[in-house]
């Protein structure tokens, strides 16, 4: 399975690297929705358990 895939079915999380490499594949140009995006992928990392999977919360 890929890497891509993995991070849609929630098996792991998106890396800083990958997810700037998708916002220029995309063409996010504008820097405040870049940090957006990047904050959100370095808030995910926080809260993931030190094995990789997500940490859920009900």
């Not at 891509?4 to 690297?17: F, W």
């Not at 490499?21 to 990047?38: K, M, P, S």
């Amino acid at each position: 399975m890929g890497s891509l895939s993995r991070i849609e079915n929630g098996e792991r999380g998106a890396t800083p690297v990958l997810v700037r490499a998708l916002l220029d594949l995309y063409g996010v140009a504008d820097e405040d929705r870049r940090a957006d995006v990047l904050d959100l992928v370095r808030a995910d990392k926080e809260h993931r358990s030190p094995g990789g999977e997500s940490i859920r919360r009900c």
